[in-house]
């Protein structure tokens, strides 16, 4: 408890908000299944509560008010459908009709990897497949398909349009810093 009193006065003595001494307590590198992501230094790293989930992470979007997550999901090789089943998955998560949504998917090749993004926006369905959902209006679903040699890496963040709309770049950024061999 001392601690955390005393990084809080010593960051606001600093000028440095508490928001940046959390988001730095996670690893700023992490592997998922092959590959070793960089996150982004303002995301705060978020402890996993699913076995599905190998790695998570919250984007907080301006005035805090507003936040975005991203997870990883790693099945092993074989494991967890190919690209165009989840493309299709994911893109179904909307109420709105594919070409509603705005929806791109860009099939990339970096190095030597395949790696196909993902977006649209519109009315997300959160919730488990097959179980209740919960519509989110004016949602965007920012994603990559990593093929890997050991299994497909799956990275999927959404959250309301403007957080994830404004994270895009680092979200790129971010898987294709594991891409660098």
Same mark, same amino acid.
């Given at each position: 408890m001392r601690y955390i009193l005393f990084s809080a006065v010593l960051c606001l003595l600093l000028g440095v908000g508490v928001f940046d001494l959390c988001a730095a307590d996670g690893p700023a590198t992490f592997k998922v299944s092959e590959f070793n992501f960089q996150r982004p230094s303002q995301w705060e790293w978020v402890e996993v509560n699913s076995a599905m989930r190998k790695a998570q992470l919250k984007v907080v979007g301006a005035g805090a008010k507003e936040a975005a997550e =991203? /997870?990883?999901?790693?099945?092993?090789?074989?494991?967890?459908g190919g690209t165009d089943a989840n493309v299709a998955r994911w893109l179904g998560q909307f109420e709105e009709p594919k070409e509603k949504t705005h929806a791109q998917v860009d099939? =990339?090749? =970096?190095?030597?990897? #395949? =790696?196909?993004y993902v977006k649209a926006e519109g009315t997300y369905r959160s919730g488990m497949p097959g179980g209740p959902v919960t519509p989110m209006a004016n949602y965007a679903l920012v994603g990559a398909v990593i093929e890997g040699a050991e299994g497909s890496v799956f990275v999927k963040m959404t959250g309301p349009a403007a957080v994830a709309k404004a994270a895009?770049?680092?979200?790129? #950024?971010? /898987?294709?810093?594991?891409? #660098?061999?």
């Amino acid at each position: 408890m001392r601690y955390i009193l005393f990084s809080a006065v010593l960051c606001l003595l600093l000028g440095v908000g508490v928001f940046d001494l959390c988001a730095a307590d996670g690893p700023a590198t992490f592997k998922v299944s092959e590959f070793n992501f960089q996150r982004p230094s303002q995301w705060e790293w978020v402890e996993v509560n699913s076995a599905m989930r190998k790695a998570q992470l919250k984007v907080v979007g301006a005035g805090a008010k507003e936040a975005a997550e =991203v /997870v990883f999901y790693y099945f092993g090789a074989g494991s967890g459908g190919g690209t165009d089943a989840n493309v299709a998955r994911w893109l179904g998560q909307f109420e709105e009709p594919k070409e509603k949504t705005h929806a791109q998917v860009d099939p =990339v090749t =970096v190095g030597q990897t #395949k =790696v196909t993004y993902v977006k649209a926006e519109g009315t997300y369905r959160s919730g488990m497949p097959g179980g209740p959902v919960t519509p989110m209006a004016n949602y965007a679903l920012v994603g990559a398909v990593i093929e890997g040699a050991e299994g497909s890496v799956f990275v999927k963040m959404t959250g309301p349009a403007a957080v994830a709309k404004a994270a895009q770049a680092d979200f790129r #950024k971010m /898987v294709e810093s594991a891409l #660098k061999r």
